[in-house]
Nanobody
Framework: VQLQASGGGLVQAGGSLRLSCAAS????????MGWFRQAPGKEREFVAG????????YYADSVKGRFTISRDNAENTVYLQMNSLKPEDTAVYYC????????????????WGKGTLVTVSS
């Protein structure tokens, strides 16, 4: 599966952005999808994930209550709605996919898209 993330940009603290990740291939619905981010000088980290059925969602503690992940299997797209953004959310955001139900380490992801940059100004 090929993944393409979009929707990044510059936003003020407290603002919102919605990221999209479009996937190619007819097997999108069989993949669990995740969002990760990597800030300058830091390791890539898990942000949010949604199971292949869409029934379960998972979040890093740092984004719980502010970010929402969702998927539209008919459109082969996964979204990340980001609200109440903070300067520490500044990073390149990546979408990724795997065939596990709930394994969200960087090493557990099989496919990665190119990132989209999110910059939150204070």
């Amino acid at each position: 599966v090929q993944l393409q993330a979009s929707g990044g940009g510059l936003v003020q603290a407290g603002g919102s952005l919605r990221l999209s990740c479009a996937a190619s291939g007819r097997t999108f619905r069989s993949y669990s999808m995740g969002w990760f981010r990597q800030a300058p000088g830091k390791e890539r980290e898990f942000v949010a994930g949604v199971s292949w059925r869409g029934a379960s969602t998972y979040y890093a503690d740092s984004v719980k209550g502010r970010f929402t992940i969702s998927r539209d299997n008919a459109e082969n797209t996964v979204y990340l709605q980001m609200n109440s953004l903070k300067p520490e959310d500044t990073a390149v955001y990546y979408c990724a996919a795997n065939n596990y139900d709930s394994r969200w380490s960087v090493g557990a992801m099989d496919y990665w898209g190119k990132g989209t940059l999110v910059t939150v100004s204070s």
